[in-house]
């Protein structure tokens, strides 16, 4: 692997940011990838002298869980906690010559790992954090009463080991979609559809972080395609599987990716766009999706955003304004679609605005990651050494300040106290404004 690459410590660098943190070898790509090689010299030495039905019976799962708790020396713990280290940003697949990919590598130790010791009840409980945010939905006053309380948070801390527990959106995407009089998503009636018509709609695959916990952007996406002449249909919810692979469950994850990939097929048949909003799990479908599929690239399909909006030649409406925007992109998105942020650039200069890309390295969220008590101070000093520097100083500049990935608007309102708009949500409040033309008139705007 190219060290220099390994080991670049400039905090706007897209590489990793547990070793621009800690400083730490161990922490860099390459050092993690040297311990697993170790660790699977050894492990291989291992299953030489016990079959694999002795090693991982529940008797001796419960034996070395406790040799563990005593201190009991085995060198699979030294690799367990530089993988806990992994924020799982994707940044080594783009950056190392050889596309070493870390966090891909993590999910296979931690469930081989798992198989020998028992989990915490909060790797459980992330699990099946897309669950339990959808069910949460359904009550999200009472759910965030609870998330308020000072007794609960204390709990999850001390008990679970979890911090800021984000809070439910009260505005629901079922409930709004029927205010708007959305068109029914039914299967058949899509099949119906003729070519044109296909060619004029679009399929939103939801996700739970933006459906159940932003809805607002859920909506606000829906309504921008709409404006621009789409007919828009929203697919149910179902789980992307994504935190299940982060933490090593590949089992549950296999099971949910054959069940999804017929499902996505029928959708991919009807030759109508699919859409994501979060790059994080759109990207699951494309990276981690195929790979179990063995290379099923039609999932390729599942666009993001910025791609379908590329790819189109309706008219866009353009926008008089000369004030610029400003971008801090995904560093997931930015490691696997390397030309994701020039897209939002085109689409914006389309339209009449300026967007300009601020380089940035990883927000120190990732998700689950920032979330864990134990990575709270790495998360936090990740985020100051490079987000915190590039963010405005001055309230009314803060709505230029733009942000594509849920986790990263989530550390921007943790550590800053607001919270930066998706790219979409400014291009509607624009159309919204007085100084757009009406829809559709590029034309007028030559």
């Known amino acids: 692997m190219n060290a220099i690459a390994c080991f670049n410590f400039d905090p706007d660098a897209i590489i990793c940011p547990s070793a621009k943190q800690t400083r730490d070898r161990i922490h860099s790509p390459k050092g993690r990838a040297m311990l697993l090689r170790e660790w699977l010299r050894l492990l291989s030495i291992s299953e030489q002298k016990e079959t694999v039905n002795q090693a991982f019976s529940l008797p001796k799962k419960v034996w070395h869980t406790i040799e563990k708790k005593r ?62 945010a959808y069910y949460q939905s359904y009550a999200p006053y009472l759910v965030n009463f609870v998330l308020r309380n000072r007794t609960v948070l204390w709990l999850l801390k001390k008990g679970l080991g979890m911090v800021d527990p984000p809070l439910v959106s009260v505005k629901t995407v079922r409930r709004e979609l029927l205010l708007k009089q959305a068109p029914d998503y039914n299967l058949a009636t899509l099949k119906k559809l003729s070519l044109s018509e296909k060619k004029n709609s679009v399929i939103l695959v939801q996700d739970a972080f933006t459906s159940f916990y932003e809805a607002q952007l859920v909506i606000d996406t829906y309504q921008f395609l709409q404006d621009l002449g789409y007919h828009v249909y929203v697919a149910p919810f179902f789980v992307n599987g994504k935190v299940l692979h982060l933490k090593g469950f590949l089992d549950k994850f296999k099971s949910i990716v054959i069940k999804n990939i017929d499902n996505l097929e029928s959708l991919i048949a009807l030759n109508i766009p699919l859409v994501g909003i979060e790059p994080s799990l759109v990207l699951t479908y494309r990276d981690e999706y195929e790979k ?5 690239n039609r999932l390729s399909q599942i666009k993001l955003l910025q791609e379908f909006l590329t790819l189109q030649d309706k008219p866009f409406p353009k926008i008089l304004s000369s004030n610029p925007y400003y971008l801090l992109g995904h ?49 936090q000093g990740i985020y100051q050494s490079s987000w915190q520097q590039h963010l405005p100083a001055k309230i009314e500049e803060r709505y230029r300040y733009l942000a594509t990935g849920y986790s990263c608007r989530s550390q921007v309102k943790r550590f800053s106290g607001w919270t930066p708009q998706h790219p979409i949500q400014a291009l509607k409040s624009n159309m919204e404004s007085l100084n757009v033309c009406p829809k559709n008139c590029e034309e007028m705007g030559k």
């Open 71 to 132: 201190g009991i020396k085995d060198y699979s713990h030294d690799v367990y906690g530089a993988m806990q280290g992994c924020l799982g940003c994707k940044a080594c697949v783009s950056e190392c010559p050889v596309h070493v990919d870390i966090p891909d590598l993590k999910a296979q130790f931690l469930n081989r790992y798992h198989s020998r010791y028992f989990r915490s009840l909060r790797d459980y409980l992330m699990g099946q954090i897309e669950i339990l």
């Open 292 to 296: 179990i599929s063995q290379g099923n």
């Open 331 to 379: 560093c997931h998105e930015k490691s696997l679609v390397f030309n994701s942020q020039k897209q939002w650039q085109e689409i914006f200069k389309r339209m009449g605005l300026t967007l300009n890309i601020v380089s940035v390295g990883c927000c120190g969220m990732a998700g689950i990651y920032g979330h864990e008590r134990e990575h709270y101070n790495h998360s």
